[in-house]
């Protein structure tokens, strides 16, 4: 599943500038006229239909929202709307009746998304160094240990259909807090007469040892994140011949926080000195980032119509935004009962980008309820993400300066299930 999201991330972007591109060059030639099967441009047209003419728009089908699916009107540009046998439109296989969008709607979603990191990173080794070994020993903690279970997750989209082409759409979306530890111990003696040979990554683990920082019984890393955000769209419908796939693109604004946490923590009976004492040497570090990201984005959606009661959506969105990340590190060494604290902290701006990608099957009840099921993939890039900004050199921990990674990458993705309340 990792692999293949990797690999859909450059497909999602490039289908989504493309949809733009001919989203443009349809604008700008007018559009295609729509024409179905059968009909000509010299089809007559009557809309008078017992209304004063002024009030209808010829050969544009009138939608009312109170109607019964039964009665939602046919997409036939060029026939009389009033005309309930279509009879200009001779082809009525080919002809789709497309479901009316109601002027105002409330999209509710519930789903299990489940964050997959693009990488491990290694905190402790394991193994006892001989006299002249500067092999590394095996690693036996990373945040490959922790797991990365599905958290709920909810969207809500509050929209308005300002025509049948033409909608505007505030979103909001949120991931619930994921919790994860990974701890591993380790009693076996030491070349120092202690007990302990988990090696951090302050001294190449176990390549070149550090008293007071290796030759550890314990080591446990935490690991806390969450996501938020929120979207304001315009949605466009793109002018195409009356047939089951219609597609509309969005152009709009996307805001996404991500903020995070990473504790990594360690004991040792080795002090600096090289003594032996029960818990002589105990490390915490507490790593705190975040993400405040802000941008345009652009998407487009394909609605494939199987019937007049469901269909199937095909969801694309790409955002380049601006990311301001910053990264807080605090580290607490205590050496035989006495303690120091190291703090240092960073901010900066760049860019960073997001994609995302949802399928889902769609069921309308009614002109007014609808329900969906489906799955979604979103992946961001250049971000800053706690255990990549845990430094593991340890000067650089202890008297700065202070640096920020944010050359990240994660993807969330799971499936999800909403409804629709339109009136």
Known sequence: MDSFLERAKPVVRGLAVLVMLAGTAIAQDG????QPAGATSETPCNCNCGQQPESRQCGVPQVNLAISPEDWPPVCQQCDPCDPLQSCCPNQDELYIIPPRPRLYVVSELGAIRRNPTHNIDFASLGSLLTGTVSPAPVVLSTGDLNYDFTAAGRLVVGHAIDECLQIEGVYFGVTEGDNTATVRDNTPNVHGGF?????????????????????????????????????????????????????ILFG????????????????????????????????????????????????????????????????????????????????????GTTTVYSGNLREDHTAFAEELAVSAVYRWSPHFTTQIGYKALWMQNLALAPDNLNTDIDILTTGPAQLNHASSTVYHGPYAGIMLGW
């Open 253 to 336: 604004v996307r805001y996404t926080g991500l903020p995070e946490s990473f504790d990594y923590d360690t004991n040792s009976d080795i002090t600096k000195a090289g003594t032996v004492v029960t818990n002589g040497s105990l490390k915490s570090i507490h790593v705190a980032t975040t993400n405040e990201m802000v941008g345009p984005q652009i998407g487009a959606l394909f609605e494939f119509y199987g019937e007049n009661r469901w269909w199937v959506n095909v969801e694309m969105k790409a955002a380049i935004m601006n990311n301001r990340s910053t990264q807080s590190t605090t580290y607490t060494n205590v050496n035989n």
């Open 196 to 248: 302990g040979n988990l090696f951090s990554p302050f001294g190449g683990f176990g390549s070149t040892p550090i008293l007071g920082l290796d030759f550890n019984n314990l080591a446990q890393i935490h690991y806390t994140s969450s996501l938020y955000g929120a979207e304001l769209n315009i949605r466009r419908k793109l002018p195409t011949s009356p047939s089951k796939l219609t597609t509309s």
């Open 31 to 34: 559009g295609i006229a729509p």
